[in-house]
């Protein structure tokens, strides 16, 4: 499955902004997806998951109350909505896909997108 982000940009802290992976190739809903995200000098991190239906979803402590993980198969499309955004968020954030079960951490993960840059500035 091809993995396409968008939706990144500069935003001020507090404010919120909404990131977008469509998929393409394969059929999406055999899909569990996912978010993670590098910050400039660090690890890529772990940021959300949601499982095939939208029934599940799972966040990072760190994003936990302010993201929102949702995916929409009509439109082979899964999001990431941020809310109370801060410098910290500062990151590329990159979509995944997991055949079948949801994404714990990187190395579940089968296929990647190429990164969509959220800026946050304080």
């Known amino acids: 499955v091809q993995l396409q982000a968008s939706g990144g940009g500069l935003v001020q802290a507090g404010g919120s902004l909404r990131v977008s992976c469509a998929a393409s190739?394969?059929?999406?809903?055999?899909?569990?997806m996912g978010w993670f995200r590098q910050a400039p000098g660090k690890e890529r991190e772990y940021v959300a998951t949601?499982?095939?239906?939208?029934?599940?979803?799972y966040y990072a402590d760190s994003v936990k109350g302010r993201f929102t993980i949702s995916r929409d198969n009509g439109k082979n499309t899964v999001y990431l909505q941020m809310n109370s955004l801060k410098p910290d968020d500062t990151a590329v954030y990159y979509c995944?896909?997991?055949?079948?079960?949801?994404?714990?951490?990187?190395?579940?993960?089968?296929?990647w997108g190429q990164g969509t840059l959220v800026t946050v500035s304080s």
């Open positions: 995944a896909a997991r055949v079948d079960f949801m994404i714990w951490d990187q190395t579940q993960v089968d296929y």
């Open positions: 190739g394969r059929t999406f809903s055999n899909y569990a």
């Open positions: 949601i499982d095939i239906n939208a029934r599940r979803a």
